[in-house]
């Protein structure tokens, strides 16, 4: 029992879903600033904890969410509800994803180039996540008032600006 329930957690944390909670605290703290947010299916199948974790409506969720194909064990899973979109989210595959929250794997997403707003850690201290924004206004010139508010909202949600929410590669 002691293998199971304190080393286990602390060598395996990802199969223990650690980090879920506070992923989905904070989602649902800045969801309404995004019109799509990418989610990691890196570990399992994580609509299920953004809907226990949210409370979301069981009847909205039956009324909107997309399955994908069945796979050779004629298994299928959920790809999309409401704003979510669950699938794997490798840099290259998301860096160009313009007003979306990404949550990725931490060796998804570069340290250098992205806009990495928070990263949830494991209890053993190592990265779980990494949720990136990807805020990007087409023609927002540095002096404009859009630029200036959306700048402003950044600083106030991650603490610090990388610019525009731009991937600078």
Do not use: C
């Amino acid at each position: 029992l002691y293998k199971y329930y304190v080393r286990y957690p602390k060598e395996y944390p990802a199969a223990w879903e650690y980090g879920f909670k506070e992923l989905v605290v904070y989602t649902e703290s800045v969801k309404n600033k995004y019109p799509k947010i990418w989610v990691t299916d890196k570990y399992d199948q994580p609509y299920i904890m953004f809907l226990f974790y949210s409370r979301y409506d069981p009847k909205s969720f039956q009324e909107n969410h997309k399955l994908t194909f069945r796979d050779k064990f004629n298994f299928s899973t959920v790809r999309d509800y409401d704003k979510f979109h669950f699938e794997n989210t490798p840099g290259e595959k998301v860096k160009d994803l313009h007003n979306s929250l990404i949550i990725a794997a931490p060796e998804d997403i570069s340290d250098k180039g992205a806009n990495v707003i928070k990263t949830i850690n494991f209890p053993n201290g190592l990265p779980a996540f990494k949720i990136v924004s990807n805020w990007y206004e087409e023609n927002l010139t540095i002096s404009s008032p859009r630029y200036l508010q959306r700048r402003t909202e950044y600083r106030q949600m991650s603490g610090f600006s990388l610019g525009v929410g731009r991937w600078n590669n």
